[in-house]
């Protein structure tokens, strides 16, 4: 599995907040599959060993995602009231969590231009979100004909990710827009990958780029460790 590393860029939007949730869970597993089993294991076989927190800070960012009342869940709901908007999503998050160390509403500068609404601090850094688009994005559904035409490929992935009613059953013509929206079955999807993996003798393999240049023999010693910084090793 190829996954796309965490992003920072100048503008954080919907997008950069999925791929970053999805790096949030797999670090997590990450971590529990290369440290906490084997310490659980030491302990089992009564080894002397100095228990080391690896990960379980983490848990606040996933909850403050996942959890009732969580970023998720407000803009699942944001969609799905009348009138729903970015600015009412905004400021229910700011009043819901204004007490999570985990997030925060964001400071602009004058050096700053971009706009950025609240932070969210993921195991990698400090990461600020422009909330603008967030709900009309997380609308965008993919019609019924659209989901029956994928269904009938035969491409094996395209029938794992998008499988035929069981049973005979109709696709409904307008599935609830709880169940359709995009946050929705990327969550879903996400659990499920992790499910699969959680079954396997999992490896890892850590890519590191050198440099920007694609200078044989040369190291850029501020790039490899932003890299690992960011990779949290």
Known sequence: MDMAGFEIMKMNSFE?????????KLQQFFNDFMFIREQKEYMREGIEWQEVDYGTDMQNTIELIEKPLGLLSLLQEECVVPNGSDQSLLEKLLTTH?????FARSKQSARNTTIAHFSVVHYAGKVQYNIDGWVEKNKDAVERSGLDVLSESKKPILQALFPKPKNG?????????????????????????????????AQFIRCISPNDHRQPGFIDSHLVLHQLRLANL
Do not use: D
């Open 16 to 24: 950069q907040f999925c791929v970053n949730y999805t790096n949030e």
């Open 98 to 102: 204004s007490s999570n160390p985990v």
């Open 169 to 201: 059953a109709v696709r409904p013509r307008k599935p609830s827009l709880c169940a359709s929206t995009v946050s929705h079955m990327y969550k879903e999807q996400l659990l499920n990958l992790l499910e699969t993996l959680n079954t396997t003798r």
